[in-house]
């Protein structure tokens, strides 16, 4: 799974977001690390939202306000949790071989 | 900046499919928008890296959702082969890295020039003025072709009498600027303000943001005291608060209610900052023509409507006032009015530029033949392996077009920059009112020429890539032999081609310079250095009357006068660059005028005695008057100080006048004026202007009768001027502490000031010339450093058989000449004919001056062999040995 997806279903695991909610999120998220910019953020949506991974509301969430009421919120689907959560099983996985081996190395040094 | 942001990446956006944008297209924009305030916060470089990081996200982006979102169908074939061709470009960029830069650069550079001169002109000519219907607005005057004037200013009973009988107008407005004290208890400030007639707004098309406009009752002789605000002053004075409507402000010492607040736009004719109505009185006579006058055409009626309508209303003026005929209506439509002065410089700028971008293409173009030629080998291969000539054509197209994207956006951004320098570097250049900017229409431009550019410089290679036969691509040593003479001939067309357009540009930049630099070797009429000059205006409830106000600057001459290093010190009405105010005068036993003949203004000025000597004005017959010479009583001697542009009008034939007699024309008494000296003329309205007649009276003629609140003070220091100001304003605040010193410049200033037009324009140009020149020795360079790189076989032949390593570069450098020579021939009668264009910047200088083509021809050879001598000297150093290697 590409960064943007996975970081764009993290940000909705939490809560309902507009794009660029998502992109402040994702901000936060990565300690300023990933910066959605326009075109990959609202590009990697609609690819989310083709998979049924993500889906847009209708309308938008009652404590959005004015500019942001405005604009087109998302959600995660349940097809979308399962994904993030074996994208997270399987970086786990891989988290928990680079820990063994960096340990291993430093033995060895 | 923001909106110019803006505008390229709305443009960007368009790379991506349009169902994307559909969707998604506005808040795309909004989180850039978003983003950009954020990273403005950060300064300058964080804004234009974000920027360039959401364009590039475009740019990276937009191949894929093109895939992604059309799999199927034909075009998606096409697609995919455009994704490969720019990939392919890519890489074939990376390989070539120099030449690649190189080529951005050029093209960057020229589309910068193109994309400054064009907004600059877009601004300029053909951007609307911001008010409704613009083009229905026409610029009101009279004129005068026997008073030497083109403009006199209108009379306002000419205007009422106008407004009240024209038809062809929907409304019309007289407006006229002047300065006030702006006080507000501790500080003052001096403020330029517009008086207008009452419905100046309505003509305009503009309405208050707060309050209300004036009404016709408040427009007349002792109206009440109200004053409209801008919007500057609302937000400095008032914090923008809409109770500033009914608030008082001080104006010349008097309290003014404030009726409303206009918006920007409305700052009419720029730069105003508040406006007072006219007061007019239309039943006196006799008034000075000192206003401009703004009219609405009705829908359909045209300016030469205008022209009739207002005739017909002047006979009436005619036959009551001036049955002479002497003062006429003039129309014109406004915008016209203002882009007048711009025309010729705009004309010459756009010349100039246009010929920066076609030698910039021609490089370009010899630059990708040169590498183009390099890949003859690959481009065999491909085209035996199959590919149609079509598809290498198309490839090396996107390659072009890529360049030329990539130029054409670092040009915008370039040229964005360059326009703000320019408009930095020279503030009188640009009115205030034109809206200045690159727009979207610019931006269009831009990328329009590039996309020329690259047509014209992709045509060159493909035409000989298509050519290609393939087996002479694979035969022996990748085509050493093969066609190099026709490549050679075109090469070295380009390079004629550059230096031909460099040359017209040289010797037209030559000839400006050569005239900007004749014009500040003018003699002024005076010293500019050491003089430092300010003004003062009395508000009239304190200084009631001329004799006060006189006394007054008396003071202040004498404490100037105490300040350490102060030589002289004076005043004066007017001073040079800075105003006109004339009027008619008559020799003793001159001949009354007959009907038609031309009756020159006289520029009338006051001064106090020490002016002459604090300004360094030469005395050339006679004395100046003395401190208490002359007065204003009926019979008492007046003396005067006239220029030698008058003398020589009123006295034609007399060598010394001094002793002579005048009277302003059409007195019937009996007070003569005596000349008692003659000074040289002072260049009063600018370097490049011929000077009218011009006299000065002694202060001692201005009585309590008369009313004189503003001069212009001048003091001469052994110091450097600026350095006086500080002491200059303490000096005025002791006397008076709610009294603003404006205007306060050294006469040097204001003498470069008067020529801030010129000067930029000469400057562009060496800038124009200097990337000209550059572009064009470059091409010398790269052609000859090719040629060399191609032949060092056949030179390494030469060597071994025994020819001196002079002879060899010798021969290079000649090589080189050649084409400088040859573009020489063809661009200097090129340029003589361009030249005559230039014609009123050149200020008299003659537009065959020999001294700018020798000059332009020296500085081509000179260059032109420079340029040659470094890859003569590597062709003399090829080592005989090469001859023996196989030399691909």
């Not at chain 1, 590009?43 to 938008?60: F, K, M, Q, S």
């Not at chain 2, 000839?511 to 009239?540: K, M, S």
């Not at chain 2, 537009?847 to 003569?872: E, K, N, Q, R």
Request: aromatic share 8%; hydrophobic share 45%; with cysteine.
């Amino acid at each position: 799974m590409s960064r943007p997806w996975f970081f764009i279903l993290l940000s909705l695991a939490a809560q309902d977001r507009h794009g660029s909610g998502i992109m402040r999120d994702v901000l936060d998220l990565t300690a300023g690390e990933l910066r959605l910019w326009p075109a990959t953020l609202y590009g990697a949506l609609d690819e989310l939202r083709e998979r049924e991974w993500i889906r847009a509301l209708d309308t938008a969430p009652a404590f959005a306000r004015n500019e942001s009421a405005r604009k087109r919120w998302y959600r995660i689907t349940a097809q979308g949790r399962r994904a993030l959560a074996a994208e997270t099983a399987s970086l786990e996985a891989t988290l928990r071989t680079a820990q063994r081996r960096l340990a291993h190395r430093t033995e060895s040094a | 900046m923001r909106r110019f942001a803006s505008a390229l990446y709305r443009a960007a956006l368009r790379a991506l499919p349009a169902e994307l944008r559909a969707a998604h297209g506005a808040e795309m924009e909004a989180l850039f928008n978003e983003e950009l305030d954020e990273a403005r916060a950060r300064g300058r470089a964080a804004y234009v890296a974000a920027c360039a990081a959401a364009i590039l996200d475009i740019a990276a982006r937009a191949p894929y959702e093109h895939l992604r979102l059309r799999r199927d169908g034909p075009r998606e074939q096409r697609m995919r082969s455009l994704i490969i061709d720019l990939r392919f470009a890519l890489r074939s960029f990376m390989r070539q890295p120099g030449s690649t830069a190189l080529i951005v650069a050029t093209l960057g550079l020229a589309v910068a020039a193109n994309t400054a001169v064009f907004a600059l002109l877009d601004g300029l000519f053909f951007k609307p003025f911001p008010f409704p219907e613009s083009s229905r607005l026409v610029y009101l005057n009279e004129t005068a072709p026997r008073w030497n004037l083109d403009y006199t200013g209108i009379n306002y009973p000419d205007f009422t009498t106008w407004r009240s009988t024209a038809t062809a107008f929907e409304s019309m407005a007289a407006y006229g600027v002047t300065s006030v004290n702006l006080t507000d208890g501790a500080s003052s400030e001096r403020a330029t303000a517009g008086i207008m007639t009452y419905d100046l707004p309505r003509v305009l098309g503009v309405h208050p943001i707060v309050g209300r406009t004036f009404t016709a009752d408040e427009d007349k002789p002792h109206g009440p005291k109200v004053v409209l605000i801008g919007y500057d002053l609302w937000q400095t004075r008032f914090g923008g608060q809409r109770s500033a409507v009914g608030a008082s402000l001080r104006v010349n010492s008097e309290t003014y209610t404030i009726v409303g607040v206009l918006p920007t736009s409305a700052e009419f004719p720029g730069g105003v900052k508040l406006w007072m109505p006219i007061d007019g009185d239309s039943t006196a006579h006799f008034q000075s023509y000192q206003y401009d006058g703004v009219g609405r055409l009705r829908p359909g009626k045209s300016v030469d409507d205008a022209k009739r309508d207002l005739y017909h209303a002047q006979i009436a003026v005619w036959a009551k006032d001036d049955t002479g005929h002497v003062v006429s209506p003039s129309v014109e439509p406004l915008r016209a009015t203002f882009a007048k002065n711009f025309r010729a410089v705009g004309q010459v700028l756009g010349a100039a530029v246009a010929l920066v971008l076609l030698i910039a293409c021609a490089n370009v173009a010899g630059t990708m033949l040169a590498r183009s030629i390099f890949r003859r080998r690959e481009i065999g291969v491909r085209v035996a392996l199959g590919a149609s000539a079509g598809r290498v054509t198309r490839q090396l197209l996107t390659e072009s077009l890529a360049l030329a994207a990539l130029s054409g956006a670092l040009g915008t951004l370039g040229g964005e920059w360059a326009l703000r320098a320019i408009v930095a570097a020279s503030p009188t250049l640009v009115p205030p009112w034109v809206s200045l900017g690159v727009s979207a229409r610019t931006i269009a431009y831009s990328f329009g020429l590039v996309t020329l550019a690259a047509a014209l410089f992709g045509i060159a290679p493909v035409f000989q890539l298509t050519r290609l036969e393939v087996s002479s691509q694979l035969v022996g040593g990748g085509g050493r032999a093969a066609g190099s003479v026709p490549q050679r001939r075109l090469l070295d067309a380009l390079v004629t081609l550059e230096v031909v357009f460099a040359v017209v540009l040289l010797v037209g930049c030559g000839l400006l310079v050569r005239a900007y630099a004749n014009l500040h070797n003018v003699d002024p009429g005076f010293r500019p250095d050491g003089v430092a000059e300010f003004r003062l205006a009395l508000p009239a409830v304190r200084y009631r009357n001329g004799l006060e106000q006189r006394r007054f600057f008396e003071s202040v001459v004498a404490r100037l006068d105490a300040i350490p290093g102060v030589d002289h010190a004076g005043f004066v009405t007017c001073p040079p660059f800075g105003c006109h105010w004339g009027s008619f005068f008559q020799a003793e036993g001159a001949p009354a005028l007959v009907k038609g003949q031309q009756d020159p203004v006289t520029l009338l000025r006051y001064a106090s005695p020490d002016y002459f000597a604090t300004m360094g004005i030469q005395l050339a017959h006679g004395h100046l008057y003395a401190p208490n010479e002359g007065g204003s009583t009926p019979g008492a001697f007046r003396p005067a100080v006239v220029n030698e542009e008058l003398a020589h009008q009123f006295w034609p034939g007399v060598a010394d006048p001094t002793g002579k007699r005048f009277h302003s024309r059409g007195d019937t008494s009996s007070s003569w004026t005596t000349v008692v000296g003659v000074v040289k003329d002072v260049k009063h309205y600018g370097l490049s202007t011929p000077m009218r007649p011009g006299l000065y009276f002694p202060i001692t003629r201005i009585d309590s009768a008369s009313d004189f609140p503003t001069y212009a003070m001048v003091v001469h220091t052994t110091r450097d001027a600026a350095s006086l100001f500080p002491e200059i304003r303490r000096a005025v605040h002791e006397l008076d502490p709610e009294l603003p010193v404006y205007q306060a410049r050294t006469m040097r200033a204001a003498l470069d000031a008067s020529l801030a037009q010129q000067r930029t324009t000469a400057f562009a140009l060496a800038a124009f010339a200097a990337i000209a020149l550059a572009l064009a020795i470059g091409g010398i360079y790269a052609m000859l450093s090719y040629v060399v790189g191609r032949r060092r076989h056949e030179i390494g032949i030469r060597i071994a058989l025994g020819a001196q390593r002079r002879q060899v570069s010798s021969l290079v450098v000649r090589q080189g000449l050649r084409l400088v020579v040859i573009g020489l021939a063809l661009g200097l009668p090129l340029s003589l004919l361009g030249s005559r264009a230039l014609g009123s910047l050149l200020f008299g200088l003659s537009a065959y001056d020999l001294t700018t083509y020798a000059g332009v021809a020296a500085v081509l050879v000179i260059t032109g062999a420079l340029a040659a001598y470094i890859p003569a000297r590597r062709a003399a150093r090829v080592e005989p040995k090469i001859a023996l290697s196989d030399g691909a």
